[in-house]
């Protein structure tokens, strides 16, 4: 059978490879979301590394500004902030390669690496000022995220919007932290 017939049957593609024509699929989801999970709960222990050591009594000794919330609300604040990071870069690994994918990616990794850093400047190094100098350009990592996010997938740019929220409230935490024990 000649191939230019008008009924000749094209080739199957090899197992795993996207049939001609037909649009590059993103990352599998299952894969996906053991990357997302394992880089946000890696970035969480390692966190959680840096700071419990240093809760009691170094934390616990600083002066504090009035706004500062009780030790109990940070673990299921930052265990919901973990989960929504994970479920907003799930959404975007599942994504097909298009325009801003590669960057939104990048972006999440840098600001989640800022994250964990900022635990072990804060905490570890036992230093406010480390601490400002690291959240500030954290925030600003978050918000352009969320946003190269929202761009890509709407539910994955407001997946970060907690966690921009939180930043920025940290923030001034931080700030009033190193400011009354400067």
Not at 5 to 24: D, F, L, R, T
Not at 41 to 67: C, E, H, I, M, R
Not at 127 to 144: C, H, K, N, R, T
Request: hydrophobic fraction near 60%.
């Amino acid at each position: 059978m000649n191939a230019s017939a008008p009924n000749a049957i094209p080739a199957s593609p090899a197992p795993g490879q996207p049939v001609p024509g037909s649009p590059v699929p993103g990352m599998p989801p299952r894969r996906a979301a053991l990357i997302a999970v394992a880089l946000v709960f890696f970035d969480s222990l390692l966190g959680q590394l840096a700071t419990f050591p240093n809760l009691v009594p170094w934390y616990q000794d600083l002066a504090k500004p009035w706004f500062t919330p009780p030790n109990f609300v940070f673990g299921p604040a930052w265990t919901l902030l973990y989960a929504l990071m994970a479920l907003a870069f799930w959404r975007i690994l599942i994504l097909p390669p298009q325009p801003g994918r590669s960057l939104a990616i990048g972006l999440f990794l840098a600001q989640l690496a800022l994250n964990v850093v900022w635990s072990f400047a804060f905490f570890a190094a036992h230093s406010p000022l480390l601490g400002l100098i690291d959240i500030i350009p954290q925030e600003l990592l978050v918000i352009a995220t969320a946003l190269a996010f929202w761009r890509l997938d709407r539910l994955a740019g407001l997946c970060l919007l907690p966690l921009a929220l939180w930043v920025a409230y940290a923030t001034a935490l931080n700030f009033e932290v190193w400011r009354l024990n400067g």
